[in-house]
């Protein structure tokens, strides 16, 4: 007997309805022949298709392929899970070393500013402070000695910064320098320029150098072998302008 297609529509549905225990179906084989299909599903979930006769059973897997099947989707969850927990390991692990690596490098940076900055703001302090005594100057740090700020000091043999003094030629000659600080190579001495000075003089007089060590003076030596050498000029009560001569005048007789 020959099923038509509605019929096949009807018994599709029956199929899919008795899939929990056993259906019977006829599907046609294109050759206009009805073939009797029967499929099974037992109780462990093995699938069975049937030939021609319901009796003629041909079993589809078996509860060993299931268990199978079954362990390949668990192992397949576990890699899946392991691989996601991997990755996340791996990702988590670049995260914490970007950030640690831009933690340090703020730091370092941060660091450098504050370094520089402070370097900086001592240069300032330092610049702002020898303003304070000098501007406009010409300076040397070339040489050795001991100075004291404000001292008045002359290069000698080896290139050491000595006391300067009017009592003698030996002590008032040659390159004169007025100390700045108490370092010859961070200080430096003052060849030329206004300076700020402890002393007060009249505005407008020469300036000479001292019989005393280191000092300077409005009055001219005038003693038998003193030398007579200005080294600048008032030019308010406690500033002056630092020029040393380079001539002086030694005094033979009183």
Do not use: K
């Given at each position: 007997m020959k099923i038509n297609r509605c019929s096949?529509?009807?018994?599709?549905?029956?199929?899919?309805?008795?899939?929990?225990s056993s259906s019977l179906w006829a599907a046609e084989d294109g050759m206009g022949t009805n073939?009797?299909?029967?499929?099974?599903?037992?109780?462990?979930?093995?699938?069975?298709?049937?030939?021609?006769?319901?009796?003629?059973?041909n079993q589809v897997g078996s509860t060993s392929a299931v268990g199978n099947l079954e362990g390949a989707t668990n192992a397949l969850n576990t890699s899946m899970t392991t691989?996601?927990?991997?990755?996340?390991?791996?990702?988590?692990?670049?995260?914490?070393?970007?950030?640690?690596?831009?933690?340090?490098?703020?730091?370092?940076?941060?660091?450098?500013?504050?370094?520089?900055t402070n370097a900086l703001?001592?240069?300032?302090?330092?610049?702002?402070?020898r303003t304070n005594v000098w501007n406009n100057g010409v300076i040397i740090y070339k040489g050795a000695g001991t100075l004291e700020l404000g001292k008045l000091y002359f290069m000698g043999g080896g290139s050491?910064?000595?006391?300067a003094n009017a009592a003698t030629n030996t002590t008032a000659q040659g390159l004169v320098g007025l100390a700045l600080g108490t370092s010859v190579t961070n200080d430096g001495l003052l060849m030329n320029g206004q300076?700020?000075?402890?002393?007060?003089?009249?505005?407008?007089?020469?300036?000479?150098?001292?019989t005393n060590d280191n000092l300077i003076t409005d009055v001219r030596p005038?003693?038998?072998n003193h030398v007579v050498r200005i080294v600048g000029y008032a030019i308010s009560g406690s500033?002056?302008?630092f020029n040393p001569d380079r001539t002086f005048i030694e005094v033979l007789d009183e």
């Open positions: 096949h529509i009807f018994l599709l549905l029956a199929l899919i309805v008795g899939l929990t073939v009797v299909r029967n499929v099974r599903i037992q109780t462990n979930g093995v699938i069975d298709l049937g030939g021609i006769a319901v009796s003629n059973w691989t996601s927990y991997q990755v996340t390991n791996v990702l988590y692990g670049a995260t914490n070393t970007l950030n640690t690596s831009v933690t340090t490098t703020s730091y370092q940076v941060t660091n450098m500013l504050y370094g520089a703001n001592t240069s300032v302090n330092n610049l702002n402070a050491v910064w000595s006391n300076f700020s000075s402890n002393q007060s003089f009249a505005v407008g007089a020469p300036l000479y150098l001292q005038f003693r038998t500033t002056i302008m």
